[in-house]
């Protein structure tokens, strides 16, 4: 723009003589669009000032938009055309008012291709307070205009030399903040390229390593499990070595065990991979089985002692130091068997010693119970009423009067629902007196007590190393002394005997812990209770065969014809005969004891022969009323309603069998009543 205007000053010349006077509206522009702006436009800048930083100083700033207006006489070609608008004069007219009579006719110099709009006839036009006239006739207005030229004094063109190298000063440093820009944008543009690089080679990189992580992983998924199995850590080697025995320690032992089969099945297979490595890992791995195995050892030995301490209760350890580990001795019987039976042998050797003495201590207790003693006077055919209690031996005291045939409260023994035995200490202070089958009851219950505990643990500590017919094996080596300590003291409460409801007590008891053992799955011990089913009835059957004996012996007894003294006569009486009463009690007993038996009991058996005699016995006392039939048969008859009350309370099949036999009898001999 300053470049415009030197170009003016150098040719001053040009602009003068043809240069209009200076108007007040706006000048027409080199665009051919009209002689007015109608919109503002900015005039052209060239390239290098429109860059122009806006931190230039104000003075330059003005001078440079000074520099940018032209004359109104610049020397623009103009094309003239025939004009088709409207009248200049009216226009004149509408402009000047009333002062448009003495304006000028003359037609303004404007470019003929152009039309002029109404916005344009709207134009507020400053001429200062002047007419048009008066404003061409001013010499100030020509003078100060923007394209005229004057001769410059020396002052003056210092001045704008000043302003003109201040411009320069200006642009130069625009100059050279845009060369470092350009600098920083060709650096800008070098690093981005490095950038770029780079990022190219990072997902390069990128991609290798995933490939890589993903062939890592596919070795790893493969590796792992066989690394796994044979690696050990040494936290399992200090564990093994110096830890304390507890579960974790069961957990360790566990892991070693699986590794070492594993390491023992890799090596031998005959195409395993890395065998190198096992071979390096086989000693430490057998060396850390063996102290394994020598701290089980230690471990169990400890245990077994202390089952042979004094007052120790065996449950007690066996629930909290030997079930809680017994995959130890599965552990010990897989990588060393032999010291595996040796510990099973000296534990089932403790066991055997301290079950015997227990049982043995428990059975002198028991003998300290006073009992009745019922012998051979006590039986359905004796005739002496007192029948006292008499003494078995010197170490037996005698007890109170009882009554053999009387089943009373003693089947509360059966009914009770208390599973418990009597405690040593209890027996040893008890006074009261007892029939047989309290001790049998008590021994045999703390007995099945202790062997079904006893074989559950064989059954959950050494399986699944050793079968269930060894186990069955082992059970009873520890049971014979106690089974029979059991036996011989059965026999010792049953050999002298003639307590029939005493002996059919312990058989139903026996059945009922046979019962119980079936229950708990515990077949071990059937032979101890069959042996003692064994001994109680051949002895029943004794007792029952000395009750027939009896009445055969009393019905032999027997006159064989009637009394022919009138006194012995009067003395003859209807009412039921002391051994009916003895009869139907003991009938009752039997029969309140076989509820639940079946036809193929001996008891069954035994009862009808003794019922047989006991009718028979009857029959034949009933003659000694001669030839009074009446009498005779009213004897019988209230004898066996006798019978038939005392056993009308009972249940089952035998009683109902019963209780119809006799109800027969009763009927025949009905009407003599």
């Given amino acids: 723009m300053w470049l415009d205007r030197l170009a003016g000053q150098s040719s001053p010349s040009s602009s003068q003589p043809g240069s209009r006077p200076y108007s007040p509206a706006p000048r027409r522009t080199p665009s051919g669009l009209g002689p007015y702006i109608t919109s503002q436009q900015r005039p052209g800048l060239t390239p290098r000032s429109s860059s122009l930083s806006l931190a230039s100083t104000e003075s330059s700033a003005s001078s440079f938009l000074a520099s940018s207006r032209r004359a109104n006489g610049s020397a623009l070609k103009e094309s003239r055309t025939i004009y088709t608008g409207p009248e200049p004069v009216e226009i004149l007219e509408k402009l000047l008012g009333d002062d448009g009579q003495n304006a000028s ?14 916005e344009d006839l709207q134009l507020d036009f400053d001429f200062g307070g002047l007419s048009i006239r008066e404003l061409a006739l001013s010499e100030d207005s020509a003078i100060e205009g923007d394209g005229a030229y004057r001769p410059q004094a020396a002052e003056e063109y210092e001045r704008d030399k000043a302003k003109f190298e201040d411009l320069h000063r200006s642009i130069r440093a625009c100059d050279e903040v845009l060369s470092s820009v350009e600098t920083n944008l060709t650096s800008f543009r070098n690093d981005l390229a490095t950038v770029s690089a780079d990022i190219e080679s990072l997902q390069a990189r990128s991609t290798a390593l995933n490939v890589r992580l993903e062939n890592r992983k596919a070795v790893e998924k493969g590796l792992g499990p066989v690394v796994e199995e044979i690696s050990v850590s040494p936290t399992i080697v200090s564990k093994i070595a110096d830890g304390h025995i507890d579960e974790t320690w069961v957990k360790v032992v566990a892991e070693i065990d699986k590794r070492a089969t594993a390491q023992k099945n890799a090596s031998n297979a005959s195409n395993a991979q890395g065998s190198k490595c096992l071979q390096d890992l086989g000693p430490l791995l057998e060396k850390l089985v063996l102290k394994a195995v020598e701290r089980i050892r230690d471990f169990l030995v400890a245990q077994i002692k202390a089952l042979r301490s004094p007052h120790i209760n065996a449950q007690i350890i066996q629930q909290q130091n030997f079930l809680k580990f017994r995959d130890l001795y599965s552990f010990l019987h897989k990588h060393h068997s032999t010291l595996a039976d040796e510990i099973c042998q000296a534990y089932m050797n403790t066991m055997r010693w301290y079950y015997a003495n227990q049982f043995t201590r428990y059975e ?31 170490s037996k005291i005698a007890g109170p009067p009882h009554d053999a045939f009387n089943l009373g409260r003693r089947i509360d023994l059966l009914r009770t629902h208390s599973q418990s035995a009597l ?45 269930y017919s060894t186990i069955s094996r082992h059970f009873t080596y520890i049971f014979e002394p106690t089974f029979q300590l059991g036996q011989v003291m059965t026999k010792e409460l049953i050999v002298d005997t003639y307590d029939a409801l005493g002996i059919l007590l312990g058989i139903r008891l026996n059945q009922h812990f046979q019962f119980e053992l079936q229950r708990r799955k515990i077949p071990a011990a059937d032979g101890y209770l069959n042996g003692t089913a064994m001994l109680l009835w051949p002895r029943l059957q004794f007792i029952m065969n000395a009750h027939c004996d009896s009445l055969r012996t009393l019905t032999t007894a027997l006159p064989t014809r009637p009394p022919t003294s009138k006194s012995e006569q009067s003395k003859l009486s209807a009412a039921p005969h002391v051994c009916t009463q003895r009869f139907g009690q003991l009938l009752h007993g039997v029969l309140a004891l076989s509820t639940e038996a079946g036809d193929d009991e001996p008891v069954v058996t035994s009862l009808r022969r003794l019922r047989s005699e006991m009718e028979a016995f009857l029959t ?54």
């Avoid at 006719?105 to 109404?118: E, F, L, R, V």
């Avoid at 006590?378 to 031996?393: A, I, Q």
């Avoid at 009933?622 to 004898?639: I, P, Q, T």
């Fill in 364 to 394: 002198s207790a028991l003998k300290k119970i006073k009992l009745h003693l019922l012998d051979k006077t006590d039986v359905l055919g004796n005739e002496d009423t007192s029948r006292k209690g008499t003494v078995l031996s010197s």
């Fill in 620 to 673: 034949k006392y009933s003659a000694v009323f001669g030839n009074d039939r009446r009498k005779r048969e009213r004897f019988l008859y209230n004898n066996y309603s006798l019978i038939l009350t005392i056993i009308s309370d009972t249940h089952g099949k035998l009683a109902v069998e019963e209780q119809e036999h006799f109800e027969g009898l009763k009927t025949a001999f009905q009407e003599a009543a």
């Fill in 105 to 118: 006719t003359t037609k303004s110099a404007i470019n003929p291709t152009s039309s002029i709009s109404a």
């Fill in 423 to 467: 405690s040593s200490y209890l027996a040893e202070e008890d006074q009261s007196t007892h029939y047989l089958e309290v001790p049998f009851r008590n021994f045999n219950l703390a007995l099945i007590d202790n062997a079904s505990a006893e074989y559950t643990f064989l059954a959950s500590f050494f399986s699944p190393a050793l079968n």
